[in-house]
């Protein structure tokens, strides 16, 4: 089963090029089949641009989070905290492969979806 997660454009490029290996979230999808990730590069670029496996997905504490991930993070410690202020726990998904596809997708036309998702949204087989 698959899941459309919206990432920053400049974090999605840093998947694809295996500089970041853990995606963060402050929630995570509670489904446990997932196992793959697509990924919609959001504005400005607003389009599906890959996907990835899924490896592993860790939680708990967040700065013992960061002190196992930070080193294959592709973001800051700055941002982190950033992102992570006032929160105690966190999540990181743990990137496994990577698939980057040749021609960007559209969300409507080769999805069927009207709206990039805040979080994530679990695609169907309707979707793909």
Not at 28 to 37: A, E, G, M, P, V
Not at 83 to 92: D, H, I, L, S, V
Request: proline share 3%.
């Amino acid at each position: 089963m698959k899941v459309l997660l919206s990432i920053k454009p400049e974090y999605a490029d840093k998947i694809f090029e295996g500089e970041k290996r853990y995606e963060y979230r402050k929630s995570i999808f509670k489904n446990l089949s997932i196992t793959t990730i697509v990924v919609y590069a959001s504005s400005p670029v607003q389009k599906v641009i890959g996907e990835f496996e899924i490896n592993s997905i860790l939680k708990g504490d967040k700065e013992e989070l960061w002190q196992r991930t930070k080193h294959q993070s592709g973001i800051t410690k700055g941002f982190f905290d950033e992102y992570f202020a006032g929160k105690e726990q966190a999540n990181a998904i743990e990137i496994k492969s990577v698939k980057r596809y040749e021609i960007p997708k559209c969300l409507k036309g080769d999805f069927n979806i009207n709206f990039a998702p805040q979080s994530f949204l679990y695609l169907s087989d309707l979707h793909i």
